[in-house]
């Protein structure tokens, strides 16, 4: 069992922390940048891609500011680990941050952090933000 790095990515966004919340925390949000599908039944969210199913609960969530999701996968280790989305907006500028904590083994980080940059783009082109 090796152990998992942590890794944080920080993508600048034109929208309200309250629309890009909806996109990260909701089952149609999700399944239009995150995932072929999303199904949602009390705090346990079930992700489909093409046959593959994963699973995930949710460990925290402050509305309109952050989403800790953990992978339910029945290893030992699945509690050590989770993947968070964090919405900063700055006080001043009114510029918008969406903060991505995730991990990944060591020798996959910077696949992990390709696979997000993917991801990101996609949710910044169904938000109509550059």
Known sequence: MSQKEEFVLEYDFQSSPQLLFQYLSTPSGLSEWFSDDVNYRGEKYTFFWGDTEEYARVLSKKINEKIRFQWVTGEADEEEYFFEFRIQMDEITKDVSLIVTDFSD????????LLWNSLISDLKQVLGSS
């Open 106 to 113: 060591k020798d996959e980080v910077d696949e992990a952090k």
